[in-house]
Every structure is written in structure tokens, then in C-alpha cells.
């Protein structure tokens, strides 16, 4: 265990350490006992590191108040600033509540007050329900849960009763596109008008708090029947395909398409399942059934190992066939499959559980990988497991745009499983974000990983809302967040309450 890291730490001195280190962890075990002492050690110094990432965050909120305050977003380089998310301050709205536990509390109000006075929703057109949801409503819901203050929930009410216009269907799935001023709807024609199981399964948490906030039930009761059809629909190996398309005189939806992933497109839906289970108590038997379902199928299925080292992947099933791929996205899973194995019914012990967790631990250490083993120390969108060494960076999507799935990951198994190597991990995985992604003006993404000087006037709000949030978080030992029992928290944004 190093030493506590200085306040004036150079950054700009880190060069990335490589990959094929921490083997021991590679097939998911826990090669170490993990002591009081330990965990003292660790815990000093995240507190030492906790200090450089709130740098972070008010290296990027000091950029953001002075060149794009109540924009959607801030761009790193030009300093420019746009609306391009409907121009609903979607950066602010989003990184509300990692404001509030980052204790920046100047400028969570100072947020309040512009949400107060200027955030309107009467003039926005066409917007995105899915992505609308996840950044602007549960970033309200979060900024209300956490201070109390109505000004939150009323402008989340007002933005919720126009979204779920969307549920308006002949089967009760959201349409993926609305229109929030007239709330005419309709879904992609790139995506030959199917709805996207990510995007139908991924909007229950906050439709659920909403209602509850509120009084109004008919928020939940939309929201949540899109998994009473998903459960009818569900296949017997629980794996759910991407694309989904009405169905004809009254019948159930049918799957539109023949590609199983924890991807994108269809990731999140998974990571609902466990999610709004737990935010209901874990009274909703429903929820974890198919959540345990799918997880017997990917295991069965989907589970892959990588040449010569035998890294842990999730591929993705194409026609019945696996595609050796993974994308950034999947990290997620690492995080997911630990809280599933911390609440199983059938104990923590169980051979379910232990199963679930030896995976989660594996994948894990694969996703740590995909940052180790590129000259930045950074994970480029997906990588390929093709071929003898492992993983490579495909030529078609060698960046990085801030994404938080594995850092998200470590937070999780840091918080479960006490271990201080997720600590470790997430400090490279850090320092190669200030080293090679910080401008003078923000944080930019990579155009590709393996070149150090290919910085892009591009910044997520999610990398506020998220990828910062949980690194914060993983160095904060002294966090009151439960992730167990009393908070939800949920990869996209924010976090909410559990409803019990």
C-alpha cells in the first residue's frame, strides 16, 4: 500500500503501468484475506485520492458555470457550449446529484436556482424518452431526494407527464422518440420502428419514485408494464432479444430481430431487473425471477474465455452465434452480478450466488484489462477476442467518450467485497483520465486509445453525472450511501431512494 498522495500530485509525470498484472484475479477468486488493518490503510488513502477527483469535478464545474451555465453541454476544447439534448441544461440537471455528495453544496444551489428560473419544458421539440429520462428526470428525482426541495420534483412532474406520452401504444411500450410540446411519439426508422429493450426496460426506477413523490400511480403502473410483457415474452434461456415490434390484433409484442447482448441496446434492461427489485424492497418476486433466469442463460451461453490467458467475456449472440466481442457497456455486469449475489434469496453462500460473484469479480479484472493493456491506460468502446492475445482494439471504434461501466464496477465490489485492489484499479484508471483526457476547459474523449494525443472537443454530461460520481465514491470510505437496503443506485445518472 502506497502512500497518501499529495494535494499537489503531478498528473502530467503518470505514464500507464500495461496490462497482465493482478493475475491472481483474473478467474474471479479472492486471493487475499482482507484484514481491519487493511482496510484502514486503504481507507486513508482513498481519502488522499477522494481529494483529486472533487479537483476534477470543480476543474470541469468552473469551466461549465463560466462558458455554458444552463447548456446542455460544455465542450472541452472551444469552450463552446450547446443544446443538443433539447436544451434542458441536460449537464446541469445531470450532475446535480454528484454535486450534492461530492458536499459542492454552492453550487447544487446555485443549480437549484437555475432549474427555478429557467428550466422550462414548453419549448422543447423531438427528444429522445429513453436518454430524456435518464439524464433530466432521475437527475431531478435525485436532486429531490437528496434535498427535499419541491422546486425539483415540480419541474420533474412537469417533464414526467409529457414523457409518458410515450407509453401511449396500442401495447403500452414507450415509443423511443416524443415530441414534448405537442407529445406526438414514434420510434426510430434506423431502427426499422422496433422498440429498443434497452430503452423500454429502462425508465422504471424513475417512473416508479415519480409516482411515488407524486401520489399519481399511473407513472408506475405504465412504466411497469413493459416488464409484465418482456416476462411473457421472455425465453425460456432468459436471454432477450434487442428489437421489438408490436403485435397484431391485440396480441403480445413479438422480438423483431435475433441478437442477444448486454450491449448496447440491450444492456440496461438486465441491469433493471435487479435494480427496481431492489428499489421495491425486494418484495417484487417478479423482477428477480427474471433477472435469475437470464443470468442461468448467459451463463450457459454467453460466458466466453479469451486466448492464450483466459479472460472472462460476455459475447454477444448473433443467429444463434457467438459474436467474441464485448463492448465498454458490458462492464456494468460487474456491478450487477455482485448486488445480485449480495441480496439472493437463496444467501450470499449459495452455489448461485458464489457463481454470480466469481463472475462478477472475473469480468471485472477483464474490464480492467481493456484499460491496462492500451498505451493511454484506457478503454477503447469494445474490443474483439479474436485470435491469440486475448483482446485487441478494433479499427472501427478505438475511442473513448468518459464512459463510467467500469469504474462503476470497481465501486461496486470495493463497497461489497472490502477488497482494496478495486481502489487500485480505479486510481490508473484515473490518473490516465487526467493524463491524457483533461483540457483546459474540461474533460475530452478519446479518438482513439492508443494514440495519447487524439483529445476531442467532446463531453458526455454523464462523465459529471457518472464516470466522475463513482470515482468519488470509491475513494469515499466515509460515504453513507447503502447500497444494499436503502439506496438504489442505477448506472444511468442518479441515484434514488428504494421505495420502502
Not at 394 to 418: D, H, K, M, N, Q
Request: glycine share 10%.
Amino acid at each position: 500500500m502506497t502512500s497518501p498522495i499529495s494535494e499537489d500530485y503531478d498528473f502530467s509525470r503518470y505514464e500507464p503501468l500495461g496490462g497482465s498484472r493482478f493475475t491472481e484475479y483474473k478467474t474471479g477468486g479472492s486471493p487475499y484475506d482482507i484484514t481491519s488493518k487493511l482496510i484502514e490503510q486503504s481507507d486513508e488513502l482513498a481519502r488522499s485520492r477522494r481529494h483529486h477527483v472533487l479537483g476534477a469535478m470543480k476543474h470541469v464545474w468552473k469551466s461549465y458555470k463560466q462558458y455554458a451555465f444552463g447548456k446542455d453541454e460544455l465542450h472541452p476544447i472551444s469552450k463552446k457550449a450547446t443544446s443538443n439534448w433539447g436544451g434542458m441544461g441536460t449537464t446541469l440537471v445531470d450532475s446535480l446529484d454528484t454535486l450534492w455528495l461530492m458536499g459542492l453544496k454552492d453550487e447544487f444551489w446555485e443549480g437549484r436556482d437555475w432549474v427555478r428560473d429557467h428550466l422550462t419544458h414548453d419549448n422543447v421539440g423531438q427528444v429522445s424518452g429513453f436518454e430524456t429520462t435518464i439524464r433530466s428526470l432521475g437527475g431531478l428525482l435525485a436532486a429531490y431526494d437528496f434535498s427535499k426541495d419541491e422546486v425539483f420534483l415540480e419541474k420533474a412532474e412537469d417533464l414526467g407527464k409529457r414523457l409518458i406520452k410515450a407509453y401511449d401504444t396500442p401495447s403500452g411500450l414507450p415509443h423511443g422518440s416524443i415530441n414534448l410540446q405537442s407529445g406526438r411519439s414514434s420510434n426510430f426508422g434506423w431502427n426499422s420502428n422496433a422498440y429498443i429493450l434497452a430503452e423500454i426496460g429502462t425508465q422504471q426506477i424513475e417512473y416508479r419514485y415519480l409516482s411515488r413523490a407524486t401520489g399519481k400511480d399511473d407513472y408506475a403502473k405504465k412504466s411497469e408494464r413493459v416488464f409484465d410483457i418482456l416476462q411473457k415474452i421472455q425465453p425460456s434461456d432468459g436471454l432477450l432479444f434487442q428489437n421489438i415490434k408490436d403485435g397484431v390484433g391485440g396480441a403480445l409484442p413479438k422480438f423483431s430481430n435475433q441478437k442477444v447482448s448486454f450491449g448496447a441496446m440491450g444492456d440496461s434492461v438486465y441491469e433493471y431487473m435487479i435494480k427496481v427489485w431492489v428499489q421495491g424492497g425486494k418484495k417484487e418476486p417478479m423482477y428477480r425471477e427474471m433477472w435469475d433466469k437470464a443470468m442461468m442463460g448467459m451463463h450457459e451461453q454467453l460466458i466466453q474465455k479469451s486466448t492464450p490467458n483466459g479472460l472472462t467475456f460476455i459475447a454477444d449472440r448473433v443467429s444463434g452465434h457467438i459474436d467474441r466481442k464485448m463492448d465498454h457497456l458490458v462492464c456494468f455486469m460487474g456491478g450487477a452480478l455482485a448486488l445480485g449475489a449480495y441480496t439472493d434469496p437463496l444467501g450470499l453462500d449459495s452455489k448461485r450466488a458464489q457463481r454470480d460473484l466469481k463472475t462478477a469479480k472475473a469480468l471485472t479484472y477483464t474490464c480492467y484489462q481493456m484499460y491496462a493493456r492500451t498505451k493511454t491506460g484506457i478503454a477503447p468502446e469494445f474490443v474483439q477476442f479474436n485470435g491469440g492475445d486475448d483482446m485487441t482494439v478494433p479499427r472501427g471504434a478505438p475511442f473513448y467518450i468518459l464512459r463510467p461501466e467500469t469504474v462503476e464496477a470497481f465501486y461496486y465490489l470495493s463497497v461489497l467485497t472490502g477488497d482494496p485492489i478495486y481502489r487500485e484499479w480505479g486510481w490508473e484508471v484515473f490518473q490516465s483520465i487526467e493524463k491524457y483526457c483533461k483540457t483546459k476547459y474540461g474533460y475530452g474523449s478519446l479518438k482513439d486509445v492508443n494514440n495519447p494525443g487524439s483529445v476531442e472537443d467532446r463531453m458526455e454530461s454523464f462523465f459529471l453525472a457518472e464516470t466522475l460520481k463513482y470515482l468519488y465514491l470509491l475513494f469515499d470510505p466515509d460515504s453513507e450511501i447503502d447500497i444494499l437496503n436503502k439506496v438504489c443506485l442505477k448506472l444511468h445518472c442518479s441515484f434514488l431512494c428504494c421505495l420502502v
